[in-house]
């Protein structure tokens, strides 16, 4: 699949247009695995997908992006989105942007973003975002975090083991700092919880020159390239477990404090909808159906 303006995007950046490729082909990778373990369960579910353009007053190329989701049986919902867009920023916003002020307001962006709520509640509901944005800054951004309604030690160990692993093979210092950072940032104030049990997530790594890009531009991919191995093993894990009506109970419950970071915090959520990104598209990662007590 490709964004609805590729024909417009020839002269973006060239360290822009490979990361689009790279965030499309990760996406890729990710669906045909998610589609598998579907196959597995004796489900026909695949993903549908929508290609949606951005609009920009006096802009000749906003950009776009795809939607991918799926509702089977393993998997209750799960969205895979890329975008790939280009403009100003609105002048109240752009302060708020590394790189960006009122008077340097333009910007591109292209990233992946995947949030997945299982059927299962023993199966470890995730998100996983990685990112490339130019301002008066280049940078890349992203990380990976699991978030089960039933934790289990030995999921939460080896999903922060793949982590550290991506972490480590580019520098020693990125799981821990990047792991604290996680572990401050899906946090629920007025709830005093964490949202799940952490993973990582960096942002503004400077990759202004070519040395900088290649090398973070290789551990973002590194990222991905865990994910897509460890998760697909957890669901394999949970997705038959026997459950209860108490099991559910507690997902949904879970599912309702992840829906309220979702909208009251994530910086995702308030990036697209600042920019004039496709709602569905950002609101994807909402959980279809949840409770509050």
């Known amino acids: 699949m490709k964004t609805g303006r590729d024909d417009t995007m020839s002269d973006w950046q060239p360290h822009t247009l490979r990361a689009k490729e790279w965030f499309e082909s990760l996406r890729d990778q990710i669906c045909a695995a998610f589609e598998a ?3 597995e369960a004796g489900s ?15 802009n000749e190329r906003p950009g776009g992006g795809v939607q991918g989701l799926m509702k089977g049986a393993v998997f209750e919902k799960v969205g895979v989105n890329v975008s790939t867009v280009g403009g100003n920023f609105p002048k109240e916003f752009a302060a708020n942007i590394n790189g960006a002020d009122e008077d ?39 990380g990976a975090d699991l978030n089960p309604p039933i934790p289990y030690e030995e999921d939460t160990g080896e999903f922060h083991a793949a982590m550290r692993a991506a972490c480590a093979a580019h520098n020693p210092t990125y799981y821990e700092q990047y792991k604290k950072w996680a572990d401050e940032y899906f946090y629920i104030p007025h709830r005093e919880v964490h949202r799940g049990v952490g993973g990582i997530f960096y942002d503004h790594l400077e990759s202004d020159e070519d040395d900088a890009w290649e090398r973070n531009f290789a551990f973002t991919q590194d990222v991905g390239k865990a994910f897509l ?15 209860t009506p108490e099991d559910e109970a507690t997902q949904l419950e879970y599912r309702g404090r992840y829906a309220e ?21 950002i609101l ?8 509050w007590s």
């Not at 949030?115 to 299962?120: K, Q």
């Not at 970071?261 to 598209?281: P, S």
């Open 37 to 39: 373990i579907e196959r």
């Open 44 to 58: 026909t579910a695949r993903f549908t997908y929508t290609p949606w353009d951005r609009e920009e007053e006096g």
């Open 104 to 142: 340097n307001p333009g910007f591109t962006a292209t990233g992946i973003s995947l949030v997945a709520h299982l059927a299962n509640p023993h199966a470890p509901a995730v998100h996983m975002n990685t990112r490339f944005l130019t301002t008066g800054k280049a940078w890349f951004g992203g």
């Open 229 to 243: 191995d460890i998760y697909p093993k957890l669901v394999r894990k949970r997705m038959n477990s026997a459950f």
């Open 261 to 281: 970071f979702n909208l009251v915090y994530d910086r995702g959520t308030i990036f697209g909808l600042k920019t004039g990104g496709n709602i569905d598209a």
């Open 284 to 291: 994807m990662s909402l959980p279809p159906r949840a409770t």
